[in-house]
């Protein structure tokens, strides 16, 4: 017994997905008025509590699980949901471990799930309802058309955090160019972003389990995402107190934040390595923000004019020939270089002030 890992569970709900010959072999069990009992994997904790039943080791077509299913007994299917193992198995799970559920085919079901760690799927024949055990976790099965109510909705809130996230961002950009960045500004950049993240995350399992039927969403959903990861990151780089700290420790510090706590801005400053108490205080850009917004600058390139010069403002106000001693510059991109913060720099002030 465990707890079921984030990607184990998305890789179920994917073979669970419409489009999925699991999935419309569950539709035709629902069909036609009968239940059945799935298992997920053949493993060495599975195999001690199978019964009874026969090998078959054949493709596992919708149709073949479907008339699989009118025998009494579970079917067990291999990992990747692609070959039916053993069918008309009796399923004998531990007694003692605890189940909420009622009926036999559900007891089982859920007995054998917190045992093995493996997804099991039990369809009610009564209901018709389509329930799937992992582990300690239990989530019914939900039409595809309740979730794609629920997919626009976090669709749609997802878009209004964009637009947010923008602002802040164009905020923070305006301010980097006056020099006049405190650390509240920085931290509700990345509070946004984070909270992008997670909001996005949501919409991907609400995709994932919609499969043929959630392209659209995702073709939505790729473009509000696009570049917040990025910014998360260059948020991160450009203001890390202490850059002993490694990059992808305070990310993960970030992400495991409680909604509440990620409101916190005094938390979050701590992760960056601010004083929590004082939120109002200066804090410099390194530059990486801006620099990777200029079009074909390359990051090794980004990462050297940093080195070099220490600061968003050092770097804005450097000269082409100062530009052009950085290894990897030369005078071309030193030009381009100016030319791209500059247009950079007004572009960010007219969106603050116009």
Do not use: C
């Not at 569970?9 to 997905?17: G, I, K, N, T």
């Not at 090998?55 to 479907?66: K, L, N, S």
């Amino acid at each position: 017994m465990g707890t079921v890992s984030t990607e184990d569970r998305r890789a179920v709900l994917a073979l669970l997905a419409p489009g999925s010959e699991l999935r419309e072999g569950i539709e035709r069990i629902i069909r036609s008025g009968r239940g059945a009992l799935i298992v997920i994997g053949w493993t060495p904790q599975v195999e001690p509590l199978v019964s009874g039943g026969f090998i078959i080791d054949i493709a596992a077509t919708a149709q073949r699980i479907a008339e699989l299913a009118k025998m009494d007994g579970a079917i067990v299917l291999d990992a990747a949901a692609t070959r039916v193992l053993r069918a008309n198995v009796h399923l004998v799970p531990d007694p003692s471990i605890g189940t909420t559920e009622t009926g036999t085919r559900h007891r089982s079901a859920e007995r054998t799930a917190r045992q093995t760690n493996q997804a099991i799927i039990a369809v009610s024949e009564s209901m018709g309802v389509v329930t799937v055990y992992h582990g300690d976790t239990k989530r019914n099965l939900e039409e595809v058309s309740a979730l794609l109510f629920r997919a626009n909705q976090a669709l749609s809130t997802l878009e209004r955090y964009r637009f947010r996230l923008d602002e802040v961002s164009s905020t923070l950009s305006a301010r980097e160019v006056e020099d006049a960045v405190t650390v509240r500004d920085v931290v509700l950049t990345l509070q946004r972003a984070e909270m992008m993240r997670r909001i996005a995350r949501e919409v991907a399992d609400h995709v994932l389990e919609l499969g043929t039927e959630g392209r659209l969403i995702e073709l939505q959903l790729d473009e509000l995402v696009a570049s917040v990861a990025d910014e998360r990151e260059l948020v991160v780089r450009d203001y890390l107190g202490d850059r002993r700290r490694k990059l992808t420790k305070v990310l993960a510090d970030v992400s495991r934040l409680s909604t509440d706590d990620l409101l916190d801005a005094e938390q979050v400053a701590e992760i960056l390595a601010y004083d929590p108490d004082q939120l109002e205080s200066p804090v410099t850009p390194r530059g990486y923000r801006l620099l990777s917004r200029i079009p074909r600058l390359p990051s090794s390139v980004v990462d050297r004019l940093v080195e070099s010069f220490g600061s968003l403002p050092r770097i804005l106000e450097a000269t082409i020939s100062e530009l052009d001693e950085v290894e990897g510059v030369g005078e071309s991109r030193a030009r381009t270089i100016q030319d791209g913060l500059r247009r950079l720099a007004e572009a960010s002030l007219l969106d603050r002030y116009v």
